[in-house]
């Protein structure tokens, strides 16, 4: 058994704060995204960290959540078996909390932990509604993380926007910490949700040191989670590294592999996909009318799935060894 729960994620984050590395945590959508960061994973001797949006669940169960997490979470579950390093799975910005009360109600080892997005909230709220899953969870007596935002990060996650950053004040973070008893706290920094350019983003690397010492200096340490990472510079993160930053969210990134990688195999065999000039188009009929026909060594979903799935090892393999977590499986 590789799929674990949230105590043995807490040994990772607990590894992760005390050797200072981060832990790449990875949307996926569909399954050759997921078998690809696993793939990935292993080759680079480091566990892994799946993410499950609200949306991505939909679409996974065909607009109910529900039957898609249950879909996604079994799949990386049996998949999961096939590798010796640890995989865990975190449900990413979650803001129903009826959606979150049947995710701690599954009888399931997952989800291993679960991100709940109060942050669009004044204080006072999102402190409540952080306090209220992270009881849920302790009346459940379950083992799942609870992972909590404080500031907001600019752009687009699944269905959140922000159109400003507002940086985490590290008193306010020290207080919510205390008052929510959340294992986990994402901050806002200056990075930005989508498509964003390192050398552009206004990161203030001062914040995540100021939060981290705060709440070191409080009894409170605990792992800090960057989101909206795609477009950062490798030096900004391994700067960031440095002050409690122990999850790293990848989720653009992926996106754009995956459609980059498809796109460029398809266009490389076009001639084998496409009717030649003067071949009529006949798509319906299977151009039965014409000598022309599609090669299925190229049009078959699983070629170009394997494509993508190699791609997002590769892509995994090497943000692992940026963000450090490369070598560093507690299961191998």
Partial sequence: MTFYGGDELA???????AE???LVASNVAEPNVLVGLMEGAARVDSDLLLQLSSGACSFAGNGDPVAGLQAMGTYAELVADQYDVGVFLNMDHQTDLEFVRTQVGLDRRFPSSIMIDA????????????R?????????????????ELGRIKGVEDEIVADEAFYTDPEEAVEFVDRTGCDLLAISVGTQHGVAKGKDLELRPDIARDVHEA??????SIPLVLHGSSGILPEQLQELLQYGICKVNKDTHYQYEYTRTAFDY???????????????DDRDDFFNESAWAPNKDHFDPRVSGRAIRERIAEVYGGLAEVAGCAGESRYV
């Fill in 132 to 148: 209220e899953v992270v009881e849920m969870v302790a009346e459940a007596e379950t083992d799942i993380l609870v992972e909590a």
């Fill in 215 to 220: 709440l070191e200096d409080h009894g409170l």
């Fill in 119 to 130: 942050s669009h909230e004044p204080f006072e709220e999102n402190v409540a509604t952080t």
């Fill in 20 to 22: 200072g590395f981060g």
């Fill in 266 to 280: 398809f266009r490389e065999h076009e001639a084998d996909l496409l009717p030649p000039e003067g071949v009529a």
């Fill in 11 to 17: 040994k990772v984050y607990d590894d992760a704060l």
